[in-house]
């Protein structure tokens, strides 16, 4: 299925430099109304390309190498704020290589990019409430850089739903269980739930 995927995706660009050529020369050829039309239908096919190569490109790339690439379009766009925090996530990875001994695989990378997120979580909770708003915004911005680059976040009912379904099948039946249903729910739920709301839901079941 990738390799198909990488030959469609050339054959895209390829489609794409074509028609591009194609707009280039007849902008040559015409009368200058008929080249502000063109030139303006040019613009817009030009930025109905670009969210396409981004799709496929996204869609190609392991959390890895998107978050490379993008590292390289934040250097490029001189979004130092962005490629900071991009730096940051490119560091706890490796170390968290490291620590492992092997490539973390994507499970594992997400883990630790949860482990990002909910630093900054916590440290915007903090700030907040010592009022350094500066701070609190600061560690926001990153949080969403990061989040990026994590699965959508399940509903409370979702949740909820994973809980029941640990508690079945782990026979939990009271606070002595709370640790290992909270650690199952985590690992059903791949980075997409609130540690915080899984650990208050497995609390109202079990206490």
């Excluded at 902008?27 to 670009?50: G, Y």
């Excluded at 799709?55 to 490029?76: G, V």
């Excluded at 990019?113 to 900054?120: G, P, V």
């Excluded at 739903?161 to 782990?170: D, R």
């Amino acid at each position: 299925m990738i390799v198909y995927f990488a030959a469609s995706t050339a054959r895209f660009n390829r489609a794409v430099i074509y028609r591009w050529r194609n707009v280039n020369n007849t902008l040559k050829r015409n009368s200058p109304r008929e080249n502000l039309e063109r030139s303006l239908f040019a613009r817009r096919f030009e930025k109905i390309t670009n969210h396409v190569v981004c799709y496929l490109r996204d869609f190609n790339l392991n959390i890895r190498e998107l978050i490379d690439e993008d590292s390289k379009d934040a250097l490029r766009a001189h979004e130092a704020e962005r490629l900071s925090t991009l730096r940051m996530l490119k560091s706890a990875l490796m170390n968290a290589e490291i620590a492992a001994g092997h490539d973390l695989t994507d499970t594992e990378t997400l883990q630790v990019l949860e482990k990002q997120a909910k630093q900054r979580r916590d440290s915007v909770e903090q700030f907040t409430a010592g009022g350094r708003q500066d701070l609190a915004t600061k560690e926001s911005a990153e949080l969403g850089v990061i989040e990026k680059y994590l699965p959508a976040k399940m509903s409370r009912e979702e949740i909820e739903l994973l809980v029941q379904q640990a508690i079945a099948e782990l026979g939990a039946n009271s606070a002595a269980d709370m640790g290992k249903v909270i650690q199952a729910v985590m690992g059903k739920a791949a980075g997409s739930a609130n540690g915080k709301e899984v650990s208050e839901i497995v609390k109202s079941k079990l206490v």
